[in-house]
């Protein structure tokens, strides 16, 4: 089966740096992305990783270790408008297609 | 640059009517659309996608449909509205399986 795996809530400082994690467990895994959901709005893209290692785009940065299905995402130097909810999302192949199977998400209150 | 447009944005039915969502891409040809739901609290359930006019796949059995008329349209229907079939409805689109999803802003569906 598949099955995804990240925290419900966590909290963190303005300033300060958090990581999110995520666990994983898919057939035919092609890549996994993590997005940004603001309450009430539509998911952002930030990153996608489909080899080993880190990512860093700026404040953000994504991590991928496929041979344990796991992956997290950092972000330093946290601002407020980065309360927000963290998807993390894996690529699996099902008929000859990629498919998106979204995680529930992360919800993160960054206090000042 | 390629644009993503989902009405109405909010949308509050009585069960048993009927539903229409509209989903347009601009700036693209022959994406990927898919339809997703979000119910409150919870992770992204994919329903529907498209790889061409004509051309839908169905995720899970419900009460819903999906039709791609035009290249750059898709459509989410019901003849009858359930009130589980209340949620945050998002379009997204690809270029290809393999790329990143971008999603549309979303329509929130009240069934009362």
């Known amino acids: 089966g598949q099955n995804i795996d990240q925290p419900t809530e966590m909290t963190a400082t303005e300033g300060a740096i958090v990581q999110i994690n995520c666990t994983y467990q898919t057939s035919g895994f092609n890549g996994l992305f993590w997005y940004q959901q603001h309450a009430g709005e539509a998911p952002t893209f930030l990153s996608y990783?489909?080899?080993?290692g880190l990512e860093e785009k700026g404040r953000f940065s994504s991590f991928l270790s496929r041979s344990k299905g796991y992956s997290y995402l950092l972000l330093k130097e946290l601002q407020m408008k980065d309360s927000a909810s963290y998807l993390c999302a894996v690529t699996s192949v099902s008929g000859g297609y990629n498919k998106l199977i979204f995680g529930a998400g992360t919800r993160l209150a960054v206090h000042p | 640059s390629q644009t993503i447009h989902q009405w109405p944005a909010t949308l509050v039915q009585p069960v048993g009517s009927p539903l229409s969502l509209e989903c347009t891409v601009e700036g693209t040809s022959n994406p990927n659309l898919y339809w997703y739901r979000q119910a409150a609290g919870r992770g992204l359930q994919l329903l529907f996608y498209?790889?061409?006019?004509?051309?839908i796949s169905s995720e899970v059995p419900q009460n819903l449909s999906a039709s791609r008329p035009q290249d750059r349209q898709f459509i989410l229907s019901s003849k009858k509205l359930l009130l589980s079939d209340s949620g945050f409805y998002l379009c997204?689109?690809?270029?290809?399986?393999?790329?990143?999803?971008?999603f549309g802003p979303g329509t929130r569906l009240l069934v009362l």
């Open positions: 997204a689109w690809a270029q290809g399986h393999q790329e990143t999803q971008y």
């Open positions: 990783n489909v080899l080993d």
């Open positions: 498209s790889v061409g006019i004509g051309q």
